[in-house]
C-alpha cells in the first residue's frame, strides 16, 4: 500500500487557542477609541467640567451663606471689642471690656430669667404637639383638618401675632369678654404685672410655634414600617406599650431637634414680647435689651459683646446636650 499525503489546506477550527502574542496584540487593538474619546465615549475635556459641576450648583447658596450669615457674625465679632455708637465713623479698640461689662453687671443677666417662662412654655409645647401628632398619625376623622388648624398659626406672621393678642389681652378685650360670657367676672390687667404678663406671652409662644413641632414629629412616626404596630398588635401591646417602644425610640432624632429649637428659642425670644409689651413690666428678654442698647443707647459695641454672648451660649447648651444625648442610629427594622 502506498501512503497518500493530505496537502490541502486545513480549514481554521473554531474556538482554536491563539499564540500569547496574537492575544496581546488583540488586547492591545481592543482598547484603542477615536482620539480624544474615552472608553464611555465622552470626550477627556469634559471631565474637569464634571468635577467643578457641584460646585458650580453649590456657588449661590455658599455666596448667600457667608455673605448674610459669616460676613456679618464676623463683623458682629469685630464690633465688641470697639466702642461705637453705630452712627460715628470713629471706633476706638476696647479690647475685653465690653465683655466684662456683661458678665460683671447683674441687671444685664437679670433678662434671662424671663426665658424661663418661656422653657416651660416650650416643653408644654413639645408634649402638645407629640399628643397630636401621635393621635393624628392614625385613622382618624378629619384628621386632615386638625393637621391644618394645628399647623396654621406657625404660618402667620408674628408681627400679626402680636398684635391680635395684644387686643386679646387688653383691659375689656376679647379674653375678659368670654370669661364673662362664662360668668367670670375679672378686672385684672394680664400685661399689667410681670408674672401674667409673661405667662400670656408665652401661652402665645405655645400657640404659635406647636405646628412647627407637630410636623415635625407627624412626619417622623409616619416614617415607622406599619409592620411594626401590626406585629405589637398581634403581640397583644396597648397604645402606650405602642408608644413607648415603637414611636418614642424611631423619634428620638427629632425629639432631639426639638429640644435644641425650643431651648435656643427661649433664650432669644423677641418678636412678640417686642410689640405687645415692648419689654415693659418686666417682659424684657436678653435679644429686646441688646436691640435698645444699640438702638435707643447707642451702644453698639456692648451690643455686639452680648450678641456673642447669648451665641456662645446657646452652642454651649447645644454642645452639652448633644454629647448628653448623641443621635445614636435608629433601625427598627
Given at each position: 500500500m502506498t501512503e497518500t499525503t493530505d496537502t490541502a489546506p486545513r480549514a481554521p477550527l473554531t474556538g482554536s487557542r491563539?499564540?500569547?502574542?496574537?492575544?496581546r496584540r488583540a488586547g492591545r487593538g481592543a482598547k484603542r477609541h477615536p482620539r480624544g474619546r474615552t472608553p464611555q465615549g465622552?470626550?477627556?475635556?469634559?471631565?474637569?467640567?464634571?468635577?467643578?459641576?457641584?460646585?458650580?450648583?453649590?456657588?449661590?447658596?455658599?455666596?448667600?451663606?457667608?455673605?448674610?450669615?459669616?460676613?456679618?457674625?464676623?463683623?458682629?465679632?469685630?464690633?465688641s471689642v470697639t466702642d461705637w455708637d453705630g452712627v460715628s465713623p470713629d471706633r476706638n479698640l476696647t479690647g475685653a471690656d465690653n465683655y466684662v461689662q456683661i458678665l460683671t453687671r447683674p441687671e444685664l443677666f437679670r433678662v434671662f430669667f424671663v426665658s424661663g417662662y418661656y422653657?416651660?412654655?416650650?416643653?408644654?409645647?413639645?408634649?402638645?404637639?407629640?399628643?397630636?401628632?401621635?393621635?393624628l398619625s392614625f385613622d382618624l376623622r378629619f384628621r386632615n383638618f386638625f393637621k391644618g388648624v394645628l399647623f396654621f398659626p406657625y404660618l402667620i406672621n408674628g408681627v400679626a401675632i402680636g398684635f391680635v393678642f395684644l387686643y386679646f389681652f387688653q383691659d375689656g378685650g376679647t379674653l375678659d369678654s368670654v370669661l364673662s360670657w362664662l360668668g367670670v367676672r375679672t378686672d385684672h390687667a394680664w400685661l399689667g404685672d410681670p408674672t401674667s404678663a409673661n405667662v400670656s406671652l408665652a401661652g402665645v409662644s405655645v400657640w404659635?410655634?406647636?405646628?412647627?413641632?407637630?410636623?415635625?414629629?407627624?412626619?417622623?412616626?409616619?416614617?415607622?414600617?406599619?409592620?411594626?404596630?401590626?406585629?405589637?398588635?398581634?403581640?397583644?401591646?396597648?397604645?402606650?406599650?405602642?408608644?413607648?417602644?415603637?414611636?418614642?425610640?424611631?423619634?428620638?432624632?427629632?425629639?432631639?431637634?426639638?429640644?435644641?429649637?425650643?431651648?435656643?428659642g427661649s433664650l432669644s425670644v423677641f418678636e412678640i414680647p417686642y410689640i405687645m409689651t415692648g419689654g415693659a413690666t418686666g417682659t424684657s428678654t436678653f435679644v429686646i435689651q441688646t436691640v435698645k442698647l444699640a438702638f435707643q443707647f447707642n451702644k453698639t459695641g456692648l451690643a455686639s459683646a452680648a450678641a456673642v454672648v447669648l451665641l456662645a451660649i446657646i452652642l454651649l447648651i447645644t454642645w452639652i446636650q448633644r454629647r448628653l444625648v448623641p443621635d445614636d442610629k435608629v433601625d427598627l427594622v
Open positions: 491563539r499564540s500569547p502574542r496574537t492575544v465622552r470626550s477627556w475635556r469634559r471631565s474637569p467640567l464634571q468635577r467643578i459641576t457641584p460646585w458650580l450648583f453649590l456657588a449661590a447658596p455658599l455666596a448667600l451663606l457667608i455673605t448674610f450669615t459669616y460676613v456679618p457674625v464676623a463683623s458682629m465679632v469685630a464690633y422653657l416651660a412654655a416650650s416643653v408644654l409645647q413639645i408634649g402638645v404637639a407629640l399628643y397630636f401628632a401621635t393621635v404659635r410655634f406647636t405646628g412647627l413641632n407637630f410636623v415635625l414629629f407627624l412626619g417622623a412616626i409616619q416614617s415607622i414600617p406599619g409592620e411594626l404596630y401590626e406585629a405589637a398588635e398581634l403581640d397583644g401591646a396597648g397604645k402606650w406599650q405602642r408608644f413607648r417602644h415603637i414611636i418614642a425610640p424611631s423619634i428620638k432624632p427629632v425629639l432631639s431637634l426639638s429640644i435644641i429649637l425650643a431651648i435656643s
